[in-house]
């Protein structure tokens, strides 16, 4: 497969340089301050890649304490927010692995194209006409959430990075340290499989 | 499905995401124009990815907050004063 090196050029964060040269000066509000801007985040890519609250505070733990523990050695040249993501990723397979949870699979784009006619016409919710009734809503939420969650790992890592944090593909590739290519397909694959998991879950008596 | 079809079914992502260049863009919107299963395809894949941005977000409770600093300020301390 054609490997493309991801180069990638950023400006760094200039609060973000103000706080870790202050935690290094040894400011403790200034730790508290650089967790708060990326706790959120780090903690829901630890739920979505693993899907218990528990196991995402332990994520977000780990990945802020590494940081804390490395930022010495972390020389700018990516955003914060990218090499904490880098740490949380490596955190999440740590996790897998430990609880021996499920193995990573292929997703074959044989499975995702429905040629025979069936299952081409995709039922998926208008996302701007999301229900109000909030029993709906928790319903709409969990097929979603589940059907997130029934992505094998390396898909779901890659949807996750990038459509559910924004990412862009490079900054993808460098986060997993796989190719822009392979970035590309997994996400494709996964968005099929995503459109074709929801579909089913409404058809199996869902919302409507 | 027509092998056309199948060439574009392969780009959706990279079409929607905009990382082709325009004259592949061109030749598929060309085609969505005509066949209505491809532009079915290309509309509900947009959907889901809006769909799942929109309703996959969630929310770090306060008491998980706190729980996570404070382990954090325990740890880092701790190793401080072991130098
Ligand atoms: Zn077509």
């Given at each position: 497969m054609h490997q493309e090196t991801a180069v990638l050029r950023h400006e760094f964060d200039p609060i973000d340089r103000e706080l870790i040269e202050s935690f290094k000066a040894g400011s403790s509000e200034a730790m508290e301050r650089l967790v708060e801007r990326y706790e959120n985040r780090i903690f829901t890519f630890g739920l979505k890649m693993c899907g218990h609250r528990q196991d995402a505070e332990d994520i977000a733990q780990e990945t802020f304490l590494s940081a804390f523990r490395h930022l010495d050695r972390?020389?700018?040249?990516?955003p914060l927010k990218n090499w904490l993501f880098k740490i949380a990723a490596r955190a999440c397979f740590r996790k897998r692995r430990k609880k021996k949870g499920e193995p990573d699979r292929e997703i074959s784009i044989e499975s995702l194209r429905h040629e025979d006619g069936n299952g081409g016409d995709y039922f998926i919710p208008d996302p701007d006409e999301s229900p109000h009734d909030a029993v709906l809503r928790l319903e709409l939420k969990t097929i979603i959430d589940n059907s997130i969650r029934s992505l094998p790992p390396k898909y779901r890592m890659v949807f996750n990075l990038r459509?559910?944090?924004?990412?862009s593909t490079e900054e993808a590739a460098q986060i997993m340290g796989i190719s822009i290519q392979l970035v590309k397909t997994r996400l494709h694959r996964a968005r099929l499989f995503l459109r074709d998991k929801i579909t089913a879950a409404y058809r199996e008596g869902g919302l409507q | 499905m027509t092998d056309n079809c199948m060439k574009h079914f392969e780009r959706i992502s990279e079409y929607l995401d905009g990382e082709l260049d325009p004259a592949t863009c061109i030749e598929i919107e060309r085609h969505m124009a005509e066949c209505p299963q491809c532009e079915n395809c290309v509309e509900s894949l947009k959907r889901t990815v809006a769909l799942c941005r929109k309703m996959g977000g969630e929310k770090l409770a306060p008491d998980e907050a706190t729980r996570i600093r404070e382990k954090l300020r325990e740890c880092l301390f701790r190793e401080h004063k072991a130098g």
């Open positions: 972390f020389r700018q040249e990516t459509d559910m944090e924004g990412f | -």
